[in-house]
């Protein structure tokens, strides 16, 4: 979809060298993503970067100034390696010293919290906390970014917090046009086609393959305007009735 003045766009930087190691999978990209989706907020770029403090820094910089939201995840925990706050002070100009709300969480589980476990607290001047409902010290806000634990239970949990705040956007529609028994070679002229009459719009393809013999490929017609997106799966059905395609299905959207 092209970008307009209703739009809302967001980036995710993910934080850590596990997952550049491939020791642990993400699965946090695809969770912020529908939830950004519910608000109408467009998740339009992702990054993975490593536990670097230049890393972190010049993308967080270069995410903020692009859109209008940035969700960092990892980095916030007691190691060595949880840079993620500091690191973010530093791409704002800030520091970032142990914030209150978060030692009285500490010492109310802890005691005295060790130096590792104070790293927790770390929050940049100016930043405002994100509820933990969980469990673990919060995430915080500083700005457009969002700065969210890495650990998938926790992550969604902060979630909850981000979006009251966000400026929301038009809701994507998507609606599903199943081409089963027709290759993506005949599929794509009728595709290109409808896409082009509808460049404000999002229409992908993303083939599919049941052993032995079941193929074929399921169109997504993506957009804001729910006449618009209904009249170009209907083109899109002719189109490829025209084109010669055989068992062609409208998928009922999910309720």
């Known amino acids: 979809m092209t970008a307009s003045k209703d739009r809302v766009t967001a ?11 491939g020791r642990t999978q993400d699965v946090n990209l695809s969770a912020i993503a529908r939830y950004l989706a519910t608000y109408g907020v467009d998740l339009a770029e992702a990054r993975v970067v490593p536990d670097i403090e230049q890393e972190i820094v010049d993308a967080v910089n270069a995410l903020r100034a692009r859109y209008d939201y940035v969700v960092t995840t990892g980095g916030i925990g007691p190691t060595h390696d949880d840079i993620t706050a500091d690191s973010i002070a530093k ?32 929050v940049p001047e ?30 969604r949990g902060m979630l909850g ?13 998507s609606r599903t046009v199943r081409v089963t028994g027709s290759g993506e070679g005949l599929i ?27 193929y074929g490929a399921n169109l997504v017609v993506r957009g804001r305007d729910p006449v618009e997106v209904d009249a170009a799966v209907e083109e899109l059905v002719v189109a490829l009735t025209e084109a010669g395609a055989a068992n062609i299905e409208k998928i009922a959207p999910e309720a």
């Not at 980036?11 to 190691?21: M, Q, T």
């Not at 469990?135 to 970014?145: S, W």
């Not at 009728?190 to 460049?199: F, I, M, R, T």
């Open 91 to 122: 791409a704002f100009g800030v520091t970032a010293p142990e914030h209150p709300e978060i030692m009285a969480l500490l010492r109310e589980r802890w005691g005295e919290p060790n130096a590792a476990r104070r790293r927790m607290a770390h």
């Open 161 to 173: 917090d981000v979006g009251p705040r966000l400026r929301t956007g038009a809701v994507v529609i």
């Open 188 to 214: 794509a002229a009728p595709l290109e086609a409808v896409a082009k009459a509808h460049p404000d719009m999002s229409l992908g393809s993303y083939p599919f393959f049941s052993p032995p013999d079941v």
């Open 126 to 155: 100016g930043g405002t906390l994100v509820k933990n409902p969980v469990q673990g010290p919060p995430g915080f806000q500083i700005e457009n970014v969002f700065v969210l634990a890495g650990v998938p239970a926790i992550m």
């Open 11 to 21: 980036a995710v930087l993910i934080i850590g060298d596990e997952i550049l190691s």
